[in-house]
Structures are given as C-alpha cells and as structure tokens.
C-alpha cells in the first residue's frame, strides 16, 4: 500500500512538473511562427510588447498572449497607427502543439483602436497585404502546409474603439465601447452560431450631417449557418438602437455572386 501511494505521489509530481514546462517549452516556437505569420503578410511596421503562455487558464488547451500589438502604416500613410491591441489570445489545442498544423480554438481581441482611413486620393490605410509575387496561374489554394488551421469556437471582442475616416466620401463614423462575442463550432459545415453585440456610442456623419449621435446599439440572435451552401437562418434575433426594440427572422443565402433574401 504504501509503495502504491509512493507511486501516485511520484506521478502527480511528474505530471505537474510537465504542465509547469510544457508552456516554456513551446514558447519559443510558436512566437517564432506568430512573427512569421504577420511579417510575411503585411506591409506595415508590427511590433507587440511582451506575451504569455499559459497551460492552467484553459487545461487542457493551451492559451498563448500578445500585449501591447500596434501596426503602423507605411506611404502613403508614414507613421499613422492603423490599430493597437492591448491583448490578444489564442487558445491552441494542446496535442496539435506536438504537431505540425496548431489549431487555434478561440481567439479574443482586448481592447482594439482601430483606425480606418482613406484620404482623397482613395488609398486605405488597411490596405497593408503583401502583393503577390507568383505569377503562375493557380486556380486551387494548397493550405496543407499552414502553420495555423481554424478551428474556431469562439471569437471575442472586448471593450473596442474604431475611428472610420472617408475623406474621399466625406463621411465617418465613431464606435466606442463595442463588445462581440460569437459562439458555435465554426469548424463544422453546418452550426448554430450564438451572437452577442453592444456598442456604447456610435456616432454616424456624412457630408456634414450627423445621421446618428452617440447612439447605444445591441443585438443578440442566433443563425443557423450552413457554410458549404452560404445559407444563413435567422432566428430568436433582438436589434436594439437606443430605446428602440425590433426582432427579425429570415434567411440570406449566397449561393454565387447573387444575394437571396
């Protein structure tokens, strides 16, 4: 008896040791892939402050951090912040971390400024992808060596500001405090996606007239979404702006070019 209880001793240590070091283990490696990822995509200076890894938040997955994320922009917009982040994690399963392919099962995004313009050139700022480079014609994408698969449950936005300036258009719009959260097994071809949105302030001009002020904005629904025929159910929706309260129901579907409502 007490041999056996020497063992289990001994294993729960081993087991806690390796929780303990798994995280560092791996740190070097997916930060390693992170910067790639962005770098090899974008055309823009990226630069992020210190991140984290963590076992014991989300067991037994993984959760990987970036704080203090910024993009800035290259000409024509030399030196404009396009966002900040003040944290965004992931949380990667943790046997794909052994593997080849990570799959990232949420992503939650803290406190983004995003700034979104386009001068009277009509240029945009956000327009910062990588040109590409081949010139060979390929009709099908091979993603079989991707560092990053999707295979999403949750997706969070948590305390937002955005800035929208169209100096071509002449409009722009002001949100602040805007929080999203969407829930459902995206990685399936059919699921009920649960939605949650609020937005504290959202002011809307164009050519000079104020269409909304400050406005306060909440929806909460759910779709049915079927992502191999582009068929989206609306049900048990609630739109909210200010004291006003509307519920839908309906179905888009996108088949091809075509929208059917």
Same mark, same amino acid.
């Given at each position: #008896? =007490? =041999?056996i209880v020497k063992y289990l001793a001994i294993l729960i240590l081993v087991l806690l040791i390796a929780l303990v070091s798994i995280p560092f283990m791996f740190k070097g490696k997916l930060i390693e892939l992170t910067k790639e990822q962005i770098n090899n995509n974008v055309n823009a200076t990226v630069n992020f402050g210190e991140f984290d890894l963590s076992i014991f938040s989300s067991f037994p997955n993984l959760t990987f951090s970036l704080n203090d994320l910024s993009v800035v922009g290259k000409t024509p917009f030399e030196g404009e912040r396009l966002? *900040?982040?003040? $944290?965004?994690? %992931? /949380?990667l399963d943790l046997m794909s971390v052994f593997g080849e392919q990570i =799959?990232?099962?949420?992503? /939650?995004?803290? $406190?983004?400024v995003v700034n979104a313009l386009i001068n009277k050139e009509g240029f945009a700022n956000w327009d910062i992808a990588m040109p590409d480079s081949s010139t060979e014609d390929t009709t099908i994408e091979d993603t079989s060596s991707t560092d990053f698969h999707l295979a999403l449950k949750r997706f969070a936005i948590v305390d937002a500001a955005i800035l929208y300036d169209d100096q071509e258009g002449n409009m722009s719009a002001k949100i602040a405090g805007l929080n999203f !959260? +969407?829930?459902g097994d995206m990685s399936l071809s059919e699921v009920? +996606? =649960?939605i949650t949105t609020t937005i504290k302030s959202l002011t809307y001009k164009m050519d000079g007239i104020n *269409? +909304?002020? $400050?406005?306060n904005i909440? %929806? !909460?629904? /759910?779709? !049915?979404?079927? #992502?191999?025929h582009w068929v989206y159910t609306f049900k048990d929706n609630n739109f909210r702006l200010n004291a006003i309260n509307t519920a839908f129901a309906g179905k888009i579907a996108m088949p091809d070019e075509t929208i059917s409502m």
């Open positions: #008896m =007490k =041999k966002a *900040y982040i003040q $944290k965004l994690s %992931f /949380e =799959k990232v099962r949420s992503i /939650e995004v803290t $406190k983004p !959260d +969407l829930q009920v +996606l =649960k *269409y +909304l002020t $400050k406005a909440g %929806f !909460d629904g /759910e779709i !049915d979404a079927d #992502m191999e």
